[in-house]
């Protein structure tokens, strides 16, 4: 009785790894397709921090393809994007209250929506493949224009420039750039 509760206890303590281990390299291998990146921006005693995941293009039609034009975008991959800001700021006009955010977009040819919603900790999307945002908790939505510049850029990247007196957060990816700016 006592080996039969041993090689039990065994087998048990087995298959909890694997299955750890299983879970793990999944994660790892998704993360390994479209990095975790942290960007910061530091500016007269403003902070901001984004947190991202970072897809490649690796060829494929990226806006009006993959991501679709009209359709809520998790702006990366993998989790949503969160946006942190430790004051308050103005957003075309508007107010955004300091706080924890997670960020979503709707890609348009032209004209992209930047959406500010107050949940952050949650997958990009659904079980069904739809973007996992409650419009309900949306706090923010802005309209801004999309450059297509000439240079391509493989991997989606999110970058801060100062401008002037103001700063505007930059999306890029492919042969999209979309400025968001703000003032604080």
């Known amino acids: 009785m006592k080996r039969f509760l041993l090689f039990s206890g ?29 960007v910061v921006f530091t500016q007269d005693g403003l902070t901001i921090k984004v947190f991202y995941n ?15 034009y009209g359709s809520v975008w998790r702006t990366g991959a993998n989790e949503a994007t969160t946006f942190e800001t430790s004051r308050d700021l ?20 032209d004209v992209w929506k930047i959406i ?13 493949g739809e ?12 309209d801004v224009h999309a450059f297509k510049p000439e240079k391509e850029f493989e991997q989606f ?12 957060m930059v999306l890029m990816w492919d042969k999209t750039v979309v400025p968001v700016p703000f003032s604080y």
């Not at 390299?25 to 942290?38: A, C, I, L, R, V």
């Not at 970072?54 to 679709?68: N, S």
């Not at 103005?90 to 040819?109: A, D, F, N």
């Not at 973007?131 to 802005?142: F, G, I, Q, S």
């Open 157 to 168: 990247t999110i970058a801060f420039e100062k401008v002037g007196e103001e700063a505007e």
């Open 54 to 68: 970072r897809p490649f293009k690796k060829g494929r039609e990226i806006f009006g393809g993959l991501v679709p």
């Open 10 to 38: 065994i087998a048990l303590i087995i298959i909890v790894l694997l299955a750890w281990l299983v879970q793990w390299y999944g994660t790892s291998q998704t993360k390994s397709f479209s990095p975790e990146d942290n």
């Open 131 to 142: 973007a996992n945002r409650n419009p309900d908790k949306d706090v923010l939505l802005v």
């Open 116 to 128: 500010f919603n107050s949940e952050s900790a949650q997958w990009g999307v659904d079980s069904s």
């Open 90 to 109: 103005t957003i075309e006009g508007k107010k955004l209250r300091k706080g924890k955010y997670s960020l979503w977009t709707i890609p348009g040819e």
